[in-house]
């Protein structure tokens, strides 16, 4: 399978049209795509692709047909989930000790809330509205759940996030503080706090860090 194009490991003589599995092979993979994108043999045998080439159009394909299928809310949340270093999550070691562990109810909903799944359980039904706030609707995959801003969870979710990287740069040794600067700027003008103010040792200016806590699902960011 050298060069990744071990699947066009055959003979000259029988990578022709006539040859079954190259021809099926062809069909297949040009069901799966759209029309710019198909293939023939006369390309494969003069300009090979390689097989990382083809999957990634393949892939690329499957994605659009299934994000064009889906409502607006499942798309924002296909685009979050795909996005680089978005699954990061899934791949670290459960540290219990380190707080990077979840207990199997918080992993099954949050694996579930990922793909998409609903994620109560089928015999614990779910109000119609909102508790904190009745004129919102609740939906079965919490589309409102998670952009509530009532009840403090985005408030602890947001302080939870800055005290993690508030605690990553203390280990590293940096000379960093919480929620400060804020006041009367130069202008006169009320200044917010800064989550994070690391201090440069070396006498020029200091960085501020804010965090935010946002949704996919947000109202005023879906599309």
């Given at each position: 399978m050298a060069d990744g194009h071990g699947w066009l490991e055959m003979s000259s003589d029988s990578a022709t049209p006539s040859h079954p599995l190259l021809a099926s092979t062809i069909t297949l993979f040009n069901n799966c795509v759209p029309p710019p994108e198909a293939v023939s043999?006369?390309?494969?045998l003069s300009n090979p692709p390689t097989q990382r080439y083809l999957s990634d159009v393949i892939e690329e394909s499957q994605f659009a047909i299934l994000y064009n299928s889906m409502s607006c809310a499942n798309k924002a949340r296909l685009l979050s989930v795909s996005s680089?270093?978005?699954?990061?999550?899934?791949?670290?070691?459960?540290?219990?000790?380190?707080?990077?562990?979840?207990?199997?109810?918080?992993?099954?909903?949050?694996?579930?809330?990922?793909?998409?799944?609903?994620?109560?359980?089928?015999?614990?039904?779910?109000?119609?509205?909102?508790?904190?706030?009745?004129?919102?609707?609740?939906?079965?995959?919490?589309?409102?759940s998670v952009t509530c801003k009532r009840g403090g969870d985005v408030t602890n979710r947001h302080n939870l996030l800055r005290n993690a990287v508030y605690e990553a740069c203390r280990q590293a040794s940096l000379s960093v503080c919480l929620e400060v600067g804020g006041g009367l700027g130069r202008d006169k003008a009320l200044t917010r706090p800064a989550d994070i103010l690391v201090s440069n040792p070396s006498g020029s200016a200091s960085a501020a860090y804010d965090i935010t806590v946002t949704s996919p699902l947000n109202p005023s960011i879906k599309r």
């Amino acid at each position: 399978m050298a060069d990744g194009h071990g699947w066009l490991e055959m003979s000259s003589d029988s990578a022709t049209p006539s040859h079954p599995l190259l021809a099926s092979t062809i069909t297949l993979f040009n069901n799966c795509v759209p029309p710019p994108e198909a293939v023939s043999v006369q390309t494969l045998l003069s300009n090979p692709p390689t097989q990382r080439y083809l999957s990634d159009v393949i892939e690329e394909s499957q994605f659009a047909i299934l994000y064009n299928s889906m409502s607006c809310a499942n798309k924002a949340r296909l685009l979050s989930v795909s996005s680089p270093h978005a699954s990061a999550w899934l791949s670290v070691v459960p540290s219990e000790v380190m707080g990077l562990h979840l207990n199997p109810c918080e992993l099954n909903t949050a694996v579930k809330w990922w793909l998409g799944l609903n994620p109560h359980s089928e015999n614990n039904a779910i109000p119609q509205t909102c508790p904190l706030c009745p004129e919102s609707m609740l939906d079965p995959l919490c589309h409102h759940s998670v952009t509530c801003k009532r009840g403090g969870d985005v408030t602890n979710r947001h302080n939870l996030l800055r005290n993690a990287v508030y605690e990553a740069c203390r280990q590293a040794s940096l000379s960093v503080c919480l929620e400060v600067g804020g006041g009367l700027g130069r202008d006169k003008a009320l200044t917010r706090p800064a989550d994070i103010l690391v201090s440069n040792p070396s006498g020029s200016a200091s960085a501020a860090y804010d965090i935010t806590v946002t949704s996919p699902l947000n109202p005023s960011i879906k599309r």
